[in-house]
């Protein structure tokens, strides 16, 4: 089975803080994306991630930048926390072609007072 | 700009029923379809797959695919309380890279 882990399941910080949220996939996987979710308004993706130290921009890149070192790890990075960044963060991973079934990892729910 | 599209809900069935949800995408080009089940809280899980026009059974779900009419539904046969959850419809685009288009789901109710 895939698994997909994120650092942490519940995160608080404060305005102005830098956060990290890993994200490790044990499956081989090319792709890693970088979700937010929040009520009303969907999946919204953040960033992706094709190949080692590659990296594009997704719908909602502002605020946020990436990381991908080990092709297992992809690390979001927050660069200056603020309150409109409370949300919940979803990371997954796929394979390339023919399924490209994405999995999700157990999520993050980040609170930014 | 490239859309899926879904009923909000909440669709509301009583145990045992049928629940059919349905989810129309725009771009016809579209290859790969799946259906996510996510619980209150929590991430979405992968249940289904499709790839071809027609049916598709795993067990008490059928995935439908249409691409003519460039929908592609789930039918949910005798509904139990636990598959009530947010459904959300997602299809890979083509030229759209290894990204997928999220809908922003279809709330199910099964009710006792």
């Known amino acids: 089975d895939v698994k997909v882990t994120q650092s942490s399941r519940y995160l608080v910080k404060r305005t102005g803080e830098k956060v990290f949220l890993e994200c490790v996939q044990d499956m081989d996987h090319e792709n890693m994306f970088w979700y937010r979710q929040d009520p009303g308004l969907g999946l919204r993706l953040i960033y992706f991630s094709y190949d080692v130290k590659m990296k594009e921009k997704g719908d909602i890149p502002e605020g946020y930048s990436v990381s991908r070192e080990k092709k297992e790890r992809f690390s979001l990075i927050l660069e200056s926390a603020s309150t409109n960044q409370t949300s919940m963060y979803l990371c997954a991973s796929s394979s390339t072609s023919p399924t490209y079934e994405q999995y999700f990892g157990p999520g993050t729910r980040l609170t930014v007072t | 700009q490239k859309e899926v599209e879904q009923n909000s809900g909440p669709l509301s069935v009583p145990e045992g029923a049928i629940a059919s949800l349905n989810c129309t995408y725009s771009d016809r080009g579209s290859q790969s379809f799946f259906w996510y089940r996510q619980y209150s809280g929590k991430s979405p899980e992968l249940i289904m797959s499709?790839?071809?026009?027609g049916d598709k059974e795993d067990g008490r779900f059928t995935a439908q695919l249409n691409k003519a009419s460039q929908y592609v539904s789930l039918l949910i046969r005798d509904s139990q309380p636990s598959d009530s959850a947010t459904y959300l419809c997602a299809v890979k685009e083509a030229g759209g890279g290894n990204k997928l288009t999220f809908g922003t789901g279809t709330q199910l109710k099964v009710e006792l």
């Open positions: 499709i790839y071809s026009n």
